[in-house]
């Protein structure tokens, strides 16, 4: 067993300088213990509704997580040999050869996020104090396998000794949500609540657009085939998420494009879409309305519209027909925001009551179009840097280039947007370390008194999210309330 130690350093993103990163521990100590709240993420409901223990490392910690597996992968290392399933299924891998294999290539993520997290799980989930490599593979696979065959390991016993306060799982347009309603009549305190994703019912060009939408239409009981009946469809889903905990819809289109049609031109373009009559052009138009449409049904029923673009999904042709989607394969594109946002904007923007958070994958908008529209209208939020940029340097770029035009109060703290449960307080705590990080340099700069910052060193890490996704009041779905 290889011998050299693996240790997390209380000062890891701390600054180099000795009064600035004085000042950051100081706000990072006030923060450090404040509970999680995960608004926006992509764990498993059945984890936490079932409670039964995670099967294995491997399972748990490789196989459901892209970051990982992606890098492996443009090294070489076939998907097959960690366990991840393809479109046949899970492959018959042996978990602990999986692991091994990962092991002998962690040396690869030097640097990067991934390393941070995992590193922070070893060393504070299961207490492991030499670092990972081939030689040190088995000694890992039996802690963690132990660790996980014991009832502090299961799913809720480890939600509560991570402290999150509530955590958002995100579900599908046909999605019966059983496993929320198991968790709500369980007993168990943990508040585990879900978020409306209707990509699969909005997007023509979605591979399963056909079917979901006959399901959608099972799952309502109404004609989704009619204009009418399909918004109402909507409408009824959105009642049945907030039953169960939902405070935001989510909207992962390939473009930030919103549109504002007469009633009897999104009647008409919803015909060629569901006839299968229409182009690629009509396919992003009817995705532009759509966000509109959720605006509106927002105004009545409270949701939060997040809208998740720039995206080139399932980039890899043939990776994407032998495994499917959410493989690594998503890469980032060039980003409008200005023009894509207005019609969305002119029509509802100026409404407070509504609640639109924008997330990009294109840092180049940062400063030039997102945080002057964040800072100009009342409904926009901008979400926290994003995916491939949910790193300590994407968080600072983040904050270097929207404070001075949108101020923090314009952002809505940070959500972890993970299927990676382990990592969760690992994310989290990279996010209050940069945070605190970027707060102490505008203290030691004399551009912030240390009050403000300690002040808004809690709203980053906790008090923004929590108001900005109303997780302080749910939304109540009114149906009898329908906006014009």
Same mark, same amino acid.
């Given at each position: /067993? ?6 997390? *350093? ?35 409901? *059945? ?5 039964? *223990? ?76 030499? $670092? ?12 963690? #396998? ?9 799913? $809720?016993? !480890? ?17 019966? !949500? ?115 449409? /959720? ?17 080139? $999904? ?75 940029? #949910? ?25 972890? #947007? ?29 551009? /912030? ?31 009898? $309330?329908?906006?014009?």
């Amino acid at each position: /067993m290889s011998d050299q130690p693996l240790t997390l *350093s209380p000062d890891r993103l701390f600054p180099a300088d000795r009064t600035t990163r004085g000042i950051a521990r100081e706000l990072y100590a006030a923060v450090r213990a404040l509970p999680i709240i995960s608004p926006h993420g992509h764990t498993d409901p *059945s984890w936490f509704s079932l409670n039964e *223990s995670f099967s294995d490392p491997a399972t748990l910690l490789l196989a459901p997580d892209h970051y990982l597996y992606r890098l492996l992968y443009s090294q070489g290392v076939p998907l097959e040999a960690l366990g991840v399933p393809s479109r046949a299924g899970a492959p018959d891998t042996d978990t602990r050869e999986a692991w091994r294999t990962f092991a002998a290539h962690f040396h690869l993520f030097r640097g990067t996020p991934s390393a941070m997290w995992l590193n922070h799980v070893f060393v504070e989930v299961f207490g492991l104090d030499v $670092r990972l490599s081939a030689q040190t593979a088995d000694h890992y696979y039996d802690v963690i #396998d132990a660790a996980l065959k014991t009832k502090a390991f299961r799913p $809720r016993a !480890l939600f509560d000794r991570f402290n999150i306060e509530v955590l958002a799982t995100t579900e599908g347009p046909t999605d019966t !949500l059983d496993h929320h309603h198991a968790i709500a009549r369980s007993g168990w305190g943990g508040r585990v609540i879900t978020a409306y994703r209707p990509d699969p019912v909005i997007d023509a060009d979605h591979e399963a657009f056909e079917g979901a939408l006959e399901a959608f239409g099972d799952i309502t009981n109404l004609d989704v085939y009619s204009w009418k009946g399909y918004l109402e469809a909507h409408r009824v889903r959105r009642a049945d998420f907030i039953a169960a905990g939902a405070t935001s819809s989510d909207h992962g289109h390939p473009t930030a494009l919103t549109a504002d049609l007469s009633g009897a031109e999104a009647q008409a373009l919803f015909s060629r879409v569901v006839k299968g009559q229409s182009s690629v052009e009509d396919n992003e138009l009817f995705r532009a309305q759509m966000l509109t449409e /959720m605006a509106k049904m927002s105004l009545d029923d409270g949701l939060v519209l997040q809208i998740h673009p720039g995206s080139f $999904r399932n980039h890899n042709g043939p990776l994407f027909d032998s495994h499917g989607r959410d493989k690594g394969a998503d890469i980032p594109t060039r980003t409008d925001y200005v023009r894509a946002l207005k019609p969305l904007l002119n029509r509802f923007g100026n409404d407070p009551a509504l609640s639109i958070i924008v997330f990009t994958l294109d840092e180049s908008a940062y400063a030039r179009e997102l945080a002057p529209l964040a800072g100009h209208y009342p409904a926009l939020k901008l979400g926290p840097a994003w995916w491939f940029h #949910d790193s300590p340097e994407g968080m600072r770029r983040f904050r270097e280039q929207t404070t001075e035009t949108a101020g923090f109060y314009n952002t809505v703290g940070f959500n972890d #947007d993970t299927r990676a449960f382990l990592s969760i307080p690992a994310r989290h705590d990279v996010a209050r370390r940069v945070d605190c990080s970027f707060l102490a340099r505008l203290v030691a700069e004399h551009r /912030m008194e240390m009050d403000e910052a300690a002040e808004l060193a809690v709203e980053l890490a906790y008090t923004l999210a929590k108001r900005a996704y109303r997780l302080d009041a749910p939304p109540m779905a009114d149906p009898a $309330r329908q906006h014009a």
